[in-house]
């Protein structure tokens, strides 16, 4: 059998396109780039854009939202699909996918007004985490430490916030022993998981967190195979927090960044998020 030709839909070459493009090039992989800063889509007639398979990684989560409602509209597979994205991006529809399926993750409470807002963080009790529905990269993420910081973390979103920032997703706060976890799952399997340590409570690589190499228990294993499969399936990252009573899940992520995560866990992330993709096209 030939070899499907992958399309890679991409804002721009980060490290981690970089690589995914080069273990495709390696292969001898037919592939072409589709950048969402240029692309068209004439919506009246289904092109032959000439591939089989579109691997997804924009950066703009609305990009990626209707690229692959398109793609998906003309039959053509994704990775991820549109509905993985579209749980992803939201955290609000990402954590009632876990609830649903029994995946632990920390209690959280949804108001649409500063009032019933602040009665929800009163009930969970503070120290709590208030987060925008939509955003990565732990921006506009607050530890709500009293009341009077609710109140002005509140009015500020109530005043000067967009439309989804008047829907108010809170969240208990779950101490960290200075780190969490961030796993990747590809497929039915976690290939690999790092611990992200910060003296600041957001960990993220992406605001300084150092990553170190945790070992895939069968028990971390489980939980992260259980709240991929909770949001669709596919190649996704999972945060997850080490908390009193065990795991908790804290955020899947859709288009996940692994550059820091290669050398620290030894595991060729690009190379199975490849074989992914080369087996969704054969499907």
């Known amino acids: 059998m030939n070899s499907p030709t992958v399309g890679v839909l991409l804002s721009r070459v980060r490290v981690e396109e970089k690589l995914l ?8 992989v037919p592939t072409k780039v589709i950048d969402d800063r240029e692309v068209i889509f004439v919506l009246e007639q289904k092109p032959d ?8 990684r924009c950066i703009q989560h609305s990009r990626a939202l209707y690229a692959l409602w398109v793609f998906g509209i003309w039959g053509i597979p994704t990775v991820n699909t549109f509905e993985v994205a579209d749980i992803c991006g939201n955290k609000l529809l990402t954590t009632m996918r876990l609830i649903r399926d029994g995946v632990p993750s920390p209690r959280t409470r949804i108001a649409f007004t500063p009032e019933s807002a602040l009665v929800a ?10 987060k925008p529905l939509v955003g990565s990269w732990g921006r506009l993420i607050s530890k ?22 008047s829907i108010y997703y809170v969240q208990e706060y779950v101490p960290k022993p200075g780190r969490d976890i961030r796993a990747f799952v590809v497929g039915d399997e976690t290939i690999a998981a790092i611990y992200r ?41 999972i945060d997850v927090l080490e908390g009193a009573e065990g795991l908790l899940v804290n955020e899947v992520n859709y288009t996940m960044e692994f550059r820091n ?18 087996a969704a096209a054969a499907r």
């Open 121 to 130: 963080a009163e009930e969970l009790g503070y120290p709590v985490v208030m």
């Open 49 to 56: 854009i000439g591939v089989d398979v579109v691997l997804e």
């Open 144 to 165: 709500v430490n009293d009341r009077e910081a609710a109140e002005a973390i509140l009015e500020h979103k109530d005043v000067l916030g967009t439309y989804m920032h």
């Open 197 to 237: 340590y910060s003296d600041h409570w957001i960990t993220n690589t992406a605001r300084g967190g150092k990553a170190t190499k945790c070992v895939v228990t069968p028990e971390l294993n489980d939980v992260c195979v259980r709240a991929a499969r909770a949001v669709g399936g596919g190649v996704v990252a």
């Open 261 to 278: 995560s290669i050398d620290t866990t030894g595991v060729n992330i690009p190379a199975k998020m490849i074989d992914y993709v080369l």
């Open 21 to 28: 493009l080069e273990e495709l090039e390696s292969r001898h």
